[in-house]
């Protein structure tokens, strides 16, 4: 099974803070992460990690940490990923910038584009693949980028009838609640909270 989840900021206090996560310390937060992911990662799932993981300087408690998480890990790095440590680079089965990864469910076949940035512009948005990305939390740049593809649907002719669909997985988003997500979670869950998928 594939799952996806992004900017968990491990060891960044601030991050309680900036998100308003329902947390009172960034421990609570920690031990809340560890038993929900695994107790539903295998170590036979894959789990995309769209960047963030930690702050960079972060090194001994964040590879202790990380360790303990079940599953393949496969991290898309973003702008506080600090891949510098062989030992914390021997946690994660890739570590890369950018992915392309198929999904399924429900006997229907997804294609999907990663990173931890969103992307205005991605391969094939007009043929029905999903950008799954990061960075951009619960700020007013998200909303923006939200609008502008809003704004693109309605005026590019290229999509050919297709509604590009772009979903940020930030932990702290309401479709994701902290835990990697399925993508069939995540596309429902976004459609039941803001009604349509974005």
Request: glycine fraction near 8%; aromatic fraction near 12%.
């Given at each position: 099974?594939?799952y996806y989840?992004?900017?968990l900021h491990?060891?960044?206090?601030?991050?309680?803070?900036?998100?308003?996560?329902?947390?009172?310390?960034?421990?609570?937060?920690h031990?809340?992460?560890?038993?929900n992911w695994?107790?539903?990662?295998?170590?036979?799932?894959t789990?995309y990690?769209?960047?963030?993981?930690?702050?960079?300087?972060?090194k001994?408690?964040l590879?202790?940490?990380?360790?303990?998480?079940?599953?393949q890990k496969v991290?898309?790095k973003?702008?506080?990923?600090?891949?510098s440590?062989?030992?914390y680079?021997?946690?994660?089965?890739?570590?890369?910038?950018?992915?392309?990864?198929?999904?399924?469910?429900d006997?229907?076949?997804?294609?999907?584009?990663?990173?931890?940035?969103?992307i205005?512009s991605?391969?094939?948005?007009?043929?029905g693949?999903?950008?799954?990305?990061g960075?951009t939390?619960n700020?007013?740049?998200?909303?923006?980028?939200?609008?502008a593809?809003?704004?693109?649907?309605?005026?590019?002719?290229h999509?050919?009838?297709?509604?590009?669909?772009?979903?940020n997985?930030?932990?702290?988003?309401p479709?994701m609640?902290?835990?990697p997500?399925?993508?069939r979670e995540?596309?429902?869950?976004?459609?039941?909270?803001?009604?349509?998928?974005?």
């Amino acid at each position: 099974m594939k799952y996806y989840i992004s900017d968990l900021h491990l060891f960044h206090n601030a991050a309680i803070r900036f998100d308003n996560r329902p947390f009172d310390n960034i421990s609570t937060m920690h031990e809340y992460i560890h038993t929900n992911w695994n107790n539903r990662i295998t170590n036979g799932d894959t789990v995309y990690i769209l960047g963030d993981v930690s702050l960079r300087g972060q090194k001994d408690n964040l590879i202790a940490y990380v360790s303990t998480l079940k599953g393949q890990k496969v991290l898309v790095k973003g702008n506080h990923d600090d891949v510098s440590d062989y030992r914390y680079q021997q946690l994660f089965s890739e570590i890369c910038d950018y992915k392309e990864v198929h999904d399924s469910f429900d006997g229907k076949n997804y294609d999907l584009v990663l990173s931890h940035y969103p992307i205005y512009s991605w391969k094939n948005m007009g043929r029905g693949w999903i950008h799954l990305y990061g960075h951009t939390h619960n700020s007013i740049e998200d909303d923006m980028y939200l609008k502008a593809l809003s704004d693109m649907k309605i005026n590019c002719g290229h999509l050919h009838d297709n509604n590009p669909v772009a979903v940020n997985v930030g932990c702290m988003k309401p479709w994701m609640g902290y835990e990697p997500r399925t993508l069939r979670e995540i596309l429902e869950g976004i459609k039941k909270i803001c009604g349509q998928l974005q």
